[in-house]
């Protein structure tokens, strides 16, 4: 079932999208509210499913990783539950996504150097149950979305 969402829904996901650390007070006085009233929406939100967690964006950079790495996985079907197992497992893998094409597997690692990218591949492509993989270097982030689709914010309300 799809959330429908009024345009306090929308401002609350908007500046907690823009700051996750806004205050229910700061939201309420945008949207003509008391903090309390702004609280319940966003536990509402939460409950609904729409809202599922609010968290710190890490810059790996910083802290000395690479660029991410994405990894493409064809597998077999039939061992892709233990697979999923053994991939989580792996220290640097960040997200694991089932897909879609030529491909059924998309991975995502973030690891310290162009060396341990070398490693970290060679042991993906070692478990058994992988048929064949791409790997794809990551360059320079072009765009990160911090907003909602468009489709949602041209809702008339």
Not at 31 to 37: E, P, R, S, Y
Not at 99 to 119: C, F, H, Q, R, T
Not at 125 to 152: E, F, H, N, Q, R
Request: glycine share 4%; proline share 2%.
């Amino acid at each position: 079932m799809i959330a429908s969402l009024d345009r306090i829904d929308v401002l609350i996901l908007k500046r907690l999208i823009e700051d996750g650390r806004m205050s229910y007070r700061a939201i309420a006085e945008e949207a003509q509210l008391t903090d309390v009233a702004i609280k319940k929406r966003v536990e509402s939100l939460r409950r609904r499913g729409v809202l599922e967690a609010i968290r710190a964006e890490i810059n790996y950079e910083v802290l000395g990783f690479e660029k991410p790495v994405f990894v493409q996985l064809r597998t077999e079907a039939s061992k892709n539950k233990d697979l999923l197992k053994r991939i989580e497992a792996f220290e640097h893998v960040v997200e694991i996504y089932q897909v879609l094409g030529e491909y059924n597997m998309l991975v995502k690692a973030i690891l310290p150097d162009l060396s341990s990218v070398k490693d970290f591949v060679e042991r993906l492509g070692s478990l058994d149950g992988i048929l064949d993989m791409k790997t794809l270097v990551v360059l320079d982030k072009i765009k990160k979305s911090t907003s909602l689709p468009a489709s949602v914010l041209q809702k008339r309300f």
